[in-house]
C-alpha cells in the first residue's frame, strides 16, 4: 500500500511539473511582442523634367520677317518670279503661303503687283503675262511669219517655258533663220518660205558681200527710207532715252571688211543663202 501511494505522489508531482511547465512556456510565448510588417509604398516615380525647347519655325520666321520687310521691288520681282516659273494663277493668299509676300498687308505691294505690265489681275488671282500670249511651237511659227522683217527673240523668251527649244526646232526644220543683230547683240528671228525656194549665184554672193554699209546705224536708217523701207530700229530715239537716263552709248565695233553685218541681215533675210557665209562663222566659235 505504502508503494502505490509512493507512486501516485510521484505521479501527481510530474503531472505538477509538466502543468509549471507548460504554463511558463505560454507565458514566455505571449510575452514577445508581435512586430507587424510594415508596406512601404513605392515611391512615386517622378516624370522626366522636359528640356526647353525653342521654336524650330525660328529661322523660317525671320526668313519671311526680312522678305516682308524688303523694298517693295524686292518683293514684286519675288511675285513675278513665281507667277512666271508656275505659269499658274495665284490668289494674293496663295502668294503668300508661296513666297511670304503678303499683298494684302503691303498696299504698295499690292497697287504694284497689278499696275505692273508682266502680270495680269482678274479681281481674284494673279497671273504672269508674256508680251505675246503663245502656247505652242505652231502658235510660235504662225507669230514669226507675221514678221517678215523679224521679231526679237528676246520678246519670245517668256512666253511660255519650251519656247526656246521650239524656236531652235523650227530653225533645224528651216522654218525660220535665227541670226543676230549686230546694233543690239540681239537674235532675230525670220520667217523661212519654204514655198519660195532660191537659189544665188556665186557673182551675186560676192557682190553682195563687197559692199560697204555706214558704220553709223542712223546712216544706215537714212538709207533705208531712201529706198523705201521702214527700219526696224530708231537709233535716235534710242539714243535720246540712252541720255535721258545717263545711259553710256556702247563702243561700236569695228566693221570687218568683207563681212556681213549689222542691218544687212535684217534686210536681205529673204535671201538664206547670202548668210551661209555667216552660219559657218558662228559655228567655228
Keep these: 500500500m505504502a508503494l502505490q ?19 511558463i512556456a505560454a507565458k514566455a510565448g505571449s510575452s514577445k511582442p508581435t512586430v507587424p510588417q510594415k508596406f512601404t509604398p513605392a515611391a512615386p516615380t517622378k516624370p522626366p523634367t522636359p528640356a526647353v525647347k525653342f521654336s524650330n519655325d525660328t529661322e ?39 513666297c511670304y509676300v503678303d499683298t494684302n498687308a503691303n498696299k504698295a505691294v499690292f497697287d504694284s503687283l497689278r499696275n505692273n505690265p508682266k502680270v495680269s489681275y482678274d479681281g481674284k488671282r494673279f497671273a504672269y503675262k508674256s508680251k505675246h500670249d503663245l502656247k505652242d511651237r505652231s502658235q ?15 520678246d519670245l523668251k517668256d512666253s511660255y517655258p519650251s519656247v526656246m527649244e521650239d524656236l531652235q526646232a523650227l530653225k533645224a526644220a528651216g522654218q525660220v533663220w535665227l541670226l543676230s543683230n549686230f546694233d543690239s547683240q540681239e537674235d532675230i528671228a525670220y520667217p ?35 529706198n523705201g523701207m521702214k527700219p526696224a530700229t530708231n537709233t535716235a530715239k534710242r539714243r535720246a532715252m540712252a541720255q535721258v537716263h545717263g545711259i553710256a552709248s556702247k563702243s ?7 563681212e556681213i553685218s549689222k542691218r544687212t541681215k535684217l534686210t536681205n533675210a529673204h535671201l538664206p543663202e547670202l548668210f551661209q557665209n555667216l552660219k559657218d562663222g558662228d559655228s567655228s566659235k
Design 140 to 154: 510660235l511659227l504662225v507669230l514669226v511669219r507675221k514678221f517678215p522683217e523679224g521679231i526679237a527673240v528676246i
Design 60 to 98: 523660317r520666321l525671320q526668313h519671311i520677317n526680312s522678305i516682308r520687310k524688303a523694298p517693295v521691288g524686292a518683293q514684286i520681282k519675288r511675285v513675278i518670279d513665281l507667277l512666271l516659273e508656275t505659269r499658274q494663277a495665284f490668289t494674293p493668299e496663295q502668294i503668300n503661303e508661296a
Design 5 to 23: 501511494e509512493s507512486l501516485a505522489k510521484f505521479k501527481k508531482q510530474q503531472e505538477k511539473c509538466q502543468s509549471t511547465l507548460t504554463s
Design 252 to 258: 561700236k565695233p569695228k566693221k570687218k571688211k568683207h
Design 192 to 226: 523661212n518660205d519654204p514655198r519660195v525656194p532660191i537659189k544665188v549665184d556665186d557673182d551675186l554672193k560676192q557682190f553682195f558681200r563687197t559692199i560697204e554699209l555706214p558704220r553709223d546705224m542712223l546712216d544706215i536708217e537714212k538709207d533705208l527710207q531712201k
